[in-house]
């Protein structure tokens, strides 16, 4: 019996063969939909950032992969910007019943502080 009373079988924690099994058909089944998916960012420019920053991979669908999060994370920028200029009421013009949003620095700019990523504008534009 651990401490606190907590009734937890060690057996429980382990993964099954089944467990196993399953991920490793989950992956199978992720990799052959990546051979068959093309990634918005083109894997020669991902190859020549990623050169560029020193990594070097003969194996296409690490590249793939790493086109795939850079997409990702480059749709949840755009995404959170857009929430950011729904919440202060910025759009352009209305098109019929439907508005149309304009991204703009400053709700981008919003975005990718969540994220870490500090954009200054330079001082001609102030």
Sequence with gaps: ???GGNNIDESDLRPTIVDVASAGKS???????LEEYTPTIPESVT????NKAGFNSNDPRVVR???LAAQKFISDI???SLQHCKMRGGFSKKAGKEKKYTLT????????????????KPPYYN
């Design 27 to 33: 992956l199978t089944d992720f990799l052959l939909q």
């Design 47 to 50: 190859s020549f950032y990623l």
């Design 78 to 80: 755009v995404n959170d």
């Design 1 to 3: 019996m651990a401490e």
């Design 65 to 67: 992969i790493i086109s």
């Design 105 to 120: 620095m400053e709700d981008l700019t919003t975005a990718l502080k969540e994220y870490g990523i500090n954009v200054k």
